[in-house]
């Protein structure tokens, strides 16, 4: 089956890395409502939403899309782009069934009766299930032989700017030495970097990465490659997991980040300049909106069909503008606050009539902060971004407690406005009510001047 390769052009789509395979929702099965829950609340945030054809196969893909008719029929209701990256030796892009085959002809060592280029290659039932997705879904083919060269870039910038150091501490020096050599080593090769180089799950075998590269590094003494994996093996592959999905986003246009919770840490290296992913509080528009958003759970979502997601995200049109032409604009400060606080509650309106077993009752309030300044370590520039911190069915469940002071010190407001809001509710609560609330949908969603989007699960 050949792929078409036209795609339309979406404006301000939502890269969706909460379902990345590699992601902590793709294999377990008790995180399956969360699975679903985080692709339709994705839906109801923006406008497109675009899964890279890896995406796909990952065990919870199939669960909910077998259990879960909403699901399926969002995939094919039109707000679902699919990007091709997959490739064999850089050729023609794998539709679907190629790719699934592929995966397991390298599963099984390359096994010659495996090979997806050969007639008799096994099929597998769920590949009816590709064929329908690639036909109804909206399609973008980047040239995915810059992946690579892009992500090497990316690395590269990061090492000079020194991200990895707070958590590297003193073996900083040992890993860029590290960096450095493997970066060498492999561009006497002409082989860029890759995620297999910072990912311990994804170490290719026969080859070395940057444990190995560390560990061969005299300044580090007798600290064994262990210990390293041990302690830094999730930062290391966190950071590095936002850039590849960063230069999968430069391949495309219009596209902004969707993250997972475990990627938190490293969010802004998704925009542009990630050296001023913050935006500056000395001079910063902040305001809190104090909303009931009971309506809105992990449970409520993910039980929502495809006709529902379609009817409410009528009511987001607003939001949606507003938010790709707002976000540099000083002036749409209060466009930007009063669409959000519309949508949000015409959002916990149209979704209040859905009786879920989980639902909880009382009232639950969520505060949603809004930050818009110019961005930190560049106040010099005219453009402003904003970042807008929202917690959906906030963790703040059963409790009436309001914290309105200015925010001080010399941390970016795209970050302390959630962080005291979780240290101060936290005391105010008891720890049964923070229990109760535990099925929220937390979520940051900033934007830079040049207009890049990251929404970032909690």
């Not at 902590?24 to 054809?53: Q, R, S």
């Not at 892009?150 to 020194?162: K, W």
């Not at 170490?203 to 302690?231: C, H, Q, W």
């Not at 509710?425 to 989007?453: C, F, K, V, Y």
């Amino acid at each position: 089956m050949s792929l078409e390769v036209a795609s339309t052009r979406r404006e301000n789509a939502g890269y969706l890395g909460i379902i990345h395979r590699d992601g902590a929702f793709a294999d377990d099965k008790a995180l399956l409502t969360e699975y679903i829950a985080g692709f339709k609340h994705a839906m109801l945030f923006t406008p497109t939403v675009v899964l890279a054809d890896h995406m796909m196969f990952s065990p919870n893909f199939e669960r909910a899309y077998r259990k879960d008719e909403g699901f399926r029929d969002l995939l094919r209701a039109g707000l679902t782009d699919v990007a091709y990256f997959e490739k064999y030796n850089n050729g023609r892009v794998f539709p679907l069934v190629e790719h699934r085959k592929f995966r397991e002809f390298l599963r099984r060592k390359r096994d010659p009766r495996y090979d997806p280029r050969i007639p008799e290659c096994p099929g597998d039932p769920f590949d009816a299930e590709l064929e329908a997705i690639q036909a109804r879904a909206g399609s973008r083919v980047p040239d995915a032989k810059w992946r690579d060269p892009i992500f090497t870039r990316f690395a590269a910038q990061e090492l000079d700017n020194g991200t990895l150091k707070p958590v590297l501490g003193k073996l900083y020096t040992a890993y860029e030495t590290a960096f450095r050599r493997m970066s060498e080593d492999l561009a006497a090769r002409n082989a860029p970097l890759g995620i297999v180089h910072f990912d311990e799950k994804h170490k290719a075998p026969g080859n070395d990465n940057i444990f190995d590269y560390m560990a061969r590094v005299g300044s580090l003494g007798t600290i064994p490659r262990e210990r390293l994996v041990s302690e830094f093996a999730g930062a290391i592959a966190h950071a590095h997991r936002v850039l590849l999905i960063k230069a999968e986003m430069c391949l495309m246009r219009d596209v902004h980040a969707v993250l997972p919770s475990e990627l938190r840490a490293y969010r802004t290296l998704a925009l542009s300049d990630s050296a001023s992913g913050t935006i500056d509080e000395r001079e910063a528009q902040l305001k809190t909106l104090d909303l009931d958003l009971s309506a809105v759970s992990v449970d409520v979502v993910a039980s929502l069909s495809a006709a529902e997601i379609v009817e409410v995200r009528k009511a987001a049109g607003d939001f949606f503008e507003v938010l790709r032409d707002g976000a540099g604009n000083p002036g749409s400060f209060g466009v930007i606050c009063s669409t959000l606080a519309d949508y949000l509650k015409r959002l916990n309106a149209q979704l209040a009539y859905k009786a879920v077993p989980a639902r909880r009752p009382g009232p639950v309030k969520a505060m949603v902060k809004i930050a818009q300044g110019k961005i930190a370590r560049h106040t010099a520039l005219l453009d402003d971004a904003v970042a807008v911190m929202f917690r959906i069915a906030g963790a703040f469940a059963h409790s009436y407690y309001k914290h309105h002071v200015a925010i001080e010190g010399g941390d970016a407001a795209l970050d302390v406005p959630l962080k005291e809001m979780e240290t101060f509710a936290t005391a105010a609560i008891a720890p049964s009510a923070l229990e109760r609330s535990i099925n929220d949908i937390p979520a940051h969603l900033s934007l830079s001047p040049g207009g890049e989007q990251v929404m970032q699960y909690e």
